[in-house]
């Protein structure tokens, strides 16, 4: 069965530089997550798309945003780039908001040096 | 707020050694209660879900019981094994507040021969 596909899956970037990360949900699911999951912490909840709108804001910085495509791929846009940024960053999918469950893409490990 | 208390790690068992491992939430309303597994190096796979009071879930050989009365979701495996080592974590979503999942910080599970 198709999963949740993120690209690239590792990235090494300098301060201050920029990044994007691709998210590609399953097909058929309207419902994009963001997560960030730092050394040995557990997953902190970004932002959500739900129909190409966002849908919900958790803890994202303003040095960050995020939209969904009309194929509903999504992209996580980072400016500025922080030593504090480097994360393991999750992509999750699910067929609408609210209680469904989420499925999870294997993450892009972003070391920013 | 919403949230997830889970049981500290790490754990350490033996092969064949009965698994508990203990969660609690916090929500204002119904929220659906998820395990999932992250092995070491890959992202978050979900191990199994109740989406209310005393629904069971169960997956390879792990439960958990939608305990609404005490507020709990444990998660069991009567006999584990060495390749059931990973860190798991408990989730909640779906409550009134939104549509984001609420991790709790990860139990880390060593099974030895």
């Known amino acids: 069965a198709a999963g949740v596909i993120q690209s690239p899956r590792h990235l090494i970037k300098e301060k201050r530089e920029t990044a994007t990360l691709k998210c590609y949900p399953i097909p058929r699911h309207d419902t994009v997550y963001w997560y960030q999951q730092g050394p040995g912490q557990d997953p902190q909840f970004l932002i959500s798309f739900y129909e190409k709108m966002q849908s919900d804001k958790g803890s994202i910085p303003d040095r960050f945003s995020a939209q969904q495509f009309s194929d509903y791929h999504s992209e996580l846009n980072m400016s500025s780039l922080e030593l504090g940024d480097s994360a393991l960053y999750f992509c999750a999918s699910s067929t609408s908001p609210g209680g469904e469950t989420q499925y999870f893409g294997p993450g892009t490990r972003l070391l920013v040096l | 707020g919403d949230s997830v208390t889970q049981m500290e790690g790490p754990v350490t068992l033996s092969e064949e050694a009965f698994l508990t491992i203990n969660c609690t939430y916090t929500?204002?309303?119904?929220?659906?209660l998820f395990w999932y597994v992250q092995y070491p190096g890959e992202g978050l796979q979900l191990l199994l879900k109740a989406t209310k009071a005393d629904d069971k879930g169960s997956n390879k050989g792990f439960e958990a019981t939608y305990r609404k009365e005490t507020t709990s979701f444990h998660l069991e495996k009567g006999s584990v094994q060495v390749s059931d080592s990973a860190v798991y974590f408990c989730?909640?979503?779906?409550?009134?507040?939104?549509?984001?999942?609420?991790f709790g910080t990860g139990t880390s599970l060593t099974v030895i021969p």
């Open positions: 929500a204002t309303g119904y929220p659906s």
């Open positions: 989730a909640l979503s779906g409550t009134d507040t939104g549509n984001q999942f609420y």
